[in-house]
């Protein structure tokens, strides 16, 4: 006979994963925006600096800074949700895995 709790427990689990993925989806964005923010101040600060006549303007600091709290943000991102990457990543290879056998 059918356990009519199966599919509740099935559909229990893909919102579970559905609400990993928003998550990861999440998390990826942020970081994309906060990449695309530094690297536009970086260029625009590295596009100042070589249109100025005063040669002796420090471009190099600009970008290690923005690089380093660049760096500082995947570096947060990563710690967070480093689970859920890595389970969603061995769900999609154990699914996968399933379809082939």
């Given amino acids: ?25 999440k998390a990826l964005m942020v970081n994309t925006i906060a990449q695309s923010i530094t690297f536009l101040v970086a260029y625009s600060k590295l596009i100042n600096g070589l249109f100025q006549e005063n040669r002796d303007v420090k471009i190099m600091p600009y970008f290690v800074n923005l690089m380093m709290i660049d760096a500082f943000i995947n570096f947060v991102i990563y710690v967070f949700y480093i689970d859920q990457f890595r389970r969603t990543l061995l769900n999609a290879v154990l699914c996968r895995n399933r379809v082939i056998q």
């Fill in 1 to 25: 006979m059918n356990n009519p709790q199966q599919p509740r427990a099935q559909n229990n689990l893909s919102e579970t994963r559905q609400q990993m993925n928003r998550k990861i989806l």
